[in-house]
């Protein structure tokens, strides 16, 4: 059964397919994705940096970040095009988080993990040495 959902652009109620916009906002993504890929598949502008198609295009920076995000826009085919770590804001091609950031978290987990370990190691000691009984002779 379809979900009915508001347009998180305009806040038009439409019914919910795939995306979270309603049919006359993709229209007009589409459009300016068309105007953006126009511009940056001539050969002078693939170097482009994402301000320089806004400059020239004038399409919002954060409809042309959604588009390097979702892929329409490579970064393999586009050099240049990049948006930034979600936790420092470095530049990066793909994902979410830079390599750097990722890195820094993973080993962060892992040395949780070690100290969760070591307490976990700690308390069956204790439960061990409680059940334990000694004997004089």
Do not use: H, W
Not at 21 to 28: P, S
Not at 68 to 76: G, Q
Not at 77 to 97: D, M, T
């Amino acid at each position: 059964m379809a979900d009915l959902a508001n347009c998180a652009r305009c806040d038009k109620l439409f019914v919910k397919s795939s995306r979270s916009i309603c049919r006359d906002c993709i229209k007009e993504e589409d459009k300016k994705f068309e105007i953006v890929y126009t511009y940056i598949r001539k050969r002078e502008n693939r170097q482009a940096t994402i301000l320089e198609i806004v400059d020239e295009t004038g399409v919002e920076e954060e409809v042309i970040l959604q588009f390097v995000k979702d892929n329409r826009l490579r970064s393999t085919q586009f050099p240049n095009l990049s948006f930034p770590c979600e936790r420092c804001g470095e530049p990066i091609a793909k994902g979410k988080l830079c390599a750097s950031c990722s890195n820094e978290i993973s080993s962060d987990l892992r040395q949780q993990q070690e100290i969760e370990k070591v307490k976990r190691d700690n308390e069956n000691e204790e439960k061990n040495r409680a059940r334990t009984y000694f004997t004089r002779k």
